[in-house]
């Protein structure tokens, strides 16, 4: 098993959560899965605890949502999630606020849009009936849940209504494991180890776990290499992190790299910039930030490959290396 470091800080350590929960009296383990390294990690980790598998699925939020958006996703994670599970012998579930960032931001006067997700009985959808509100600018960059709205509206919820919602959960105990890592922010650093789900109640138990919270990158790396997952392309390419491919949170070499490997989402975000009035960063526009930028030194087989839909290569390979990103500036949410 990989070693875990204590942080002693928290109320209750990685070590002390995975000795005293008990994974045996959940009737379902879901695993929030972005298909970056730290959910991979979790999941990894689990498989390390001896967690049954038959109660393990993954879930992963489309940020685009299905209705034709393609502004923050990178177009290839929503296979490489897919074949990460199948690789692995799980379901996967997706669920998404439909047409995703780009209509959430775009609200002029209307709702919230409903949230759809996939169940083993099939696709379901629900809300998008509440008070009329304005976006009309991108979310600011900040760790503020309230302000950063894409996290909370497009992640967070989604998760939330997915799981309220699905009469499977009800009188049963789930755990819900997700790969935030104190070592991201000051912000995650105070998030819990181990607390109740904020779906928990009288109709169901639910709670949040957060196995690697107190690892490094390291150990991170550690695990993934140890289990031969190739990692997302996204790392290979030089993203130190695994988040929206235009993550708000892009440092100037990022946004020179996203100019790089995603022109279209990267001249729509300009236009966006533009018709709002309102940049990303607020001071400077994405292409101030973009040309004071270098991108990455990017293999064109790589390019094209987070550029497809579809992701052809091994999950479990022979030889693992360490993608160019890791290790990198990790520009992502806080
Ligand atoms: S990855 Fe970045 S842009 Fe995407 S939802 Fe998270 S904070 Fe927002």
New binding site residues.
């Given amino acids: 098993m990989t070693s875990i470091q204590y942080n002693l800080d928290l109320e209750v350590t990685e070590v002390e959560a995975a000795k005293t929960v008990d994974f045996g009296s959940y009737d379902h383990i879901i695993v929030a899965f972005?298909g970056g390294k730290d959910s991979l990690a979790c999941l990894l980790h689990l498989f390390d605890l001896g967690v049954n598998r038959e109660k393990i699925e993954l879930w992963h939020h489309d940020?685009d949502g299905r209705e034709g958006s393609t502004l923050?996703d990178w177009p290839v994670t929503r296979d490489y999630c897919r074949k990460v599970a199948q690789a692995f012998n799980l379901p996967i579930y997706f669920s998404w606020k439909q047409g995703g960032?780009e209509r959430e931001m775009t609200r002029d006067g209307t709702a919230t849009a409903p949230t759809m997700f996939e169940t083993p009985d099939g696709l379901q959808s629900r809300g998008g009936q509440g008070k009329p509100g304005t976006r009309l600018k991108f979310?600011q960059?900040a760790a503020d849940l309230k302000v950063?709205w894409?996290?909370a509206y497009?992640?967070i919820d989604v998760g939330s209504v997915a799981l309220r919602n699905q009469d499977r959960f009800n009188g049963k105990r789930t755990l819900f494991v997700t790969g935030e890592r104190a070592q991201e922010s000051t912000s995650r650093a105070r998030y819990k180890v181990f607390e109740p789900h904020r779906t928990h109640g009288n109709k169901r138990h639910v709670d949040h776990y957060r196995p690697v919270h107190g690892w490094s990158e390291e150990q991170v790396w550690e695990i993934i290499r140890d289990y031969r997952v190739a990692a997302h392309p996204a790392y290979a390419l030089g993203w130190g992190r695994l988040?929206?491919a235009?993550?708000?949170?892009?440092d100037d070499n990022q946004w020179a790299s996203h100019r790089v490997v995603l022109p279209d989402a990267h001249a729509d975000v300009v236009k966006y910039e533009n018709s709002f009035g309102t940049t990303i960063h607020r001071q400077k526009t994405i292409t101030e930030r973009a040309d004071s930028g270098t991108p990455y030194e990017m293999d064109p087989a790589l390019i094209e490959l987070a550029r497809s839909e579809i992701y052809d290569l091994p999950i479990i390979v022979d030889t693992w290396a360490l993608p160019s990103g890791a290790y990198g500036p990790a520009s992502?949410?806080?």
Wanted: one cysteine or more; charged letters at 10%.
């Fill in positions: 972005s940020i923050m960032f979310p960059v950063r894409c996290s497009l992640k988040s929206c235009c993550c708000i949170f892009g992502g949410p806080t």
